[in-house]
């Protein structure tokens, strides 16, 4: 007996564009050698924060250089850190034939998500309960004129951009600050994360993950009278603090901020 055909065969699926976040790797040598040994550094202590997301190869930096880049060692590498390569982009015509042939497509290339790395994605916030809303008092005709005349004399009431956290972060909790900046003004935890679209201020010890910049503003800024991070990032760029920060600042008034591609953390003076 013949197999049934489905009822709407042209309606099995569907095409759509789609807009996705992806981890970029910008690589800056092609030895293999020593990407191998910087993610070892730089990633091994922290590999659990990559969990198979998606990468893109970006080889802006190193279209011009004669030797040849190993994309099969290197999407060995990739995986072995829980990362996915899927694309690469910038590279020059010898480069991108080399990655087709190695089951990579080309991603086009594009400004709007640099500085490239990853960008964790915005949780559910942890925030302290609100307070109770105040009643609003009955408004008359002659408040609404008043209102009216005042409105068009006074600039509008900006919208706030600050969440503030008063209790400590225990470990697995997160917070999001969304087109805010942080203050918390308790103890960040181990295993506990803050991220904010602007800067983060912690004036408590810093001992879990802090994200400021997490929409890719560059001038965003971590803060902490007591520096002593599991994992620091400024608009995209990151570090791990193992091994642990330097002594002149570790465990003292500090910040982090970007000075082109690298991250500084240096002391605050008093």
């Known amino acids: 007996m013949a197999a049934s055909s489905p009822a709407n065969p042209s309606n099995a699926f569907d095409l759509k564009s789609a807009s996705l976040a992806l981890v ?4 800056r040598t092609t030895r293999l050698d020593e990407l191998e040994a910087q993610f070892e550094a730089r990633i091994a202590p922290s590999a659990d924060f990559f969990n198979r997301d998606p990468v893109v ?12 880049v190993d994309f099969a060692g290197l999407a060995t590498l990739l995986r ?3 990362m ?9 015509p010898e480069q991108l034939e080399a990655a087709l042939e190695a089951g990579l497509c080309e991603a086009p290339d594009s400004g709007a998500d640099l500085p490239h790395a990853r960008v964790a994605p915005p949780p559910e ?3 302290p309960e609100p307070e109770p809303e105040p009643v609003a008092p009955i408004e008359t005709a002659a408040d609404a004129a008043d209102a009216h005349t005042s409105s068009q004399d006074e600039p509008a009431v900006p919208v706030p951009t600050l969440l503030v ?3 400590p972060l225990r470990s697995g909790q997160q917070v999001y600050a969304k087109n805010a900046d942080l203050v918390v003004l308790a103890l960040v935890s181990h295993g506990a994360e803050v991220i904010a679209d602007g800067s983060i201020h ?12 997490a929409t890719g ?3 965003a800024r971590i803060f902490s009278t007591c520096m002593e991070p599991e994992l620091i990032s400024v608009a995209g760029i990151y570090q791990t603090t193992d091994p642990p920060l330097p002594v002149e600042v570790r465990g003292k008034a500090a910040q982090v901020r970007l000075d082109g591609d690298t991250l500084v953390i240096e002391a605050i003076k008093a």
């Open 80 to 82: 072995r850190y829980s």
């Open 165 to 167: 956290v008063d209790r």
């Open 217 to 219: 503003d560059i001038s």
């Open 202 to 213: 912690v004036y408590a010890p810093l001992r879990g993950k802090a994200i400021a910049g």
């Open 57 to 68: 190869i970006d080889l802006a930096h190193v279209r011009d250089q004669v030797e040849p």
């Open 24 to 27: 970029a790797l910008v690589l």
């Open 84 to 92: 996915v390569p899927v694309a690469v982009r910038s590279g020059s």
């Open 125 to 127: 916030p942890v925030v």
